[in-house]
């Protein structure tokens, strides 16, 4: 399997334009993850999608953040409009519920995100 | 709400040697797991071992180790023979037994080792 895909790796985007960040899970994985990692505040989980329903948004900052995942492949992070604070690197991470419960999260390589 | 403090935010060790890397947790759950995480220079977060909280048994993964005290509520991380490539960022992660309450990962600070050649 190829593991987690995010893209793109970097982006540059000048403060008020409009960000979106993709992901593809690791195939047969029902549940998924964004997470945003800063020096001030570490790795912070945003969201998380079981089955393609948003459980839990409490880490999404602000209304301009926003997330889907209209299938079971694909998912995306929207930031409009995006400020300077948001620089970041924009984790997401997938992990399956099998019979162990095991649940391991496979992280994707991130995307840096810079906003000036 | 749980916690996952990392107390060293830096470490060192002589290649060869052997290191341990410390991470206490606060919760109120009987059963959960506990995860070390490695994030190399390319920011990629790996996976280096997990341990269920009902297991006595110490988990191992070649030259890594832990040592899980429940009731201390300590989950310490030793790497053996240690590697050029062992440098990176570690980060403990904590995660309550799936149920209805959720799956989140609770994350330390993390622990920066570096590798003396």
């Known amino acids: 399997d190829a593991g987690v895909i995010q893209s793109p790796r970097h982006e540059v985007t000048e403060m008020g334009q409009e960000v979106t960040l993709r992901c593809k899970p690791i195939?047969?994985?029902?549940?998924l993850f964004w997470y945003r990692q800063t020096m001030m505040r570490g790795l912070e989980l945003l969201i998380y999608?079981?089955?393609?329903?948003?459980?839990?948004d409490s880490g999404m900052p602000e209304d301009r953040f926003s997330a889907k995942m209209p299938n079971a492949s694909f998912s995306t992070l929207k930031i409009q409009p995006s400020e300077p604070r948001d620089s970041a690197v924009y984790f997401c991470?997938?992990?399956?519920?099998?019979?162990?419960?095991?649940?391991?999260?496979?992280f994707g390589p991130g995307t840096r995100l810079t906003v000036t | 709400a749980q916690t996952v403090t990392q107390s060293q935010p830096e470490m060192s060790v002589q290649e060869a040697e052997t290191v341990t890397l410390s991470c206490t947790y606060d919760?109120?759950?009987?059963?959960?797991?506990l995860f070390w995480y490695k994030q190399p220079p390319s920011r990629q977060m790996i996976l280096v071992i997990r341990?269920?909280?009902?297991?006595?048994q110490n988990a191992t993964e070649n030259r890594f180790s832990v040592n899980f005290q429940k009731a201390a509520k300590s989950f310490s991380l030793k790497i053996s023979d240690s590697q050029l490539g062992d440098a990176a960022m570690y980060f403990c992660?904590?995660?309550?037994?799936?149920?209805?309450?959720?799956?989140?990962?609770?994350f330390g600070g993390g622990t920066r080792l570096m590798v003396k050649p």
């Open positions: 991470a997938s992990s399956f519920r099998g019979l162990a419960g095991g649940h391991e999260q496979y």
């Open positions: 195939s047969g994985h029902d549940y």
């Open positions: 999608f079981n089955n393609n329903v948003p459980i839990d």
């Open positions: 919760t109120s759950e009987s059963d959960y797991y």
């Open positions: 341990q269920e909280a009902y297991k006595q």
């Open positions: 992660a904590y995660r309550a037994r799936p149920n209805n309450a959720g799956n989140m990962l609770t």
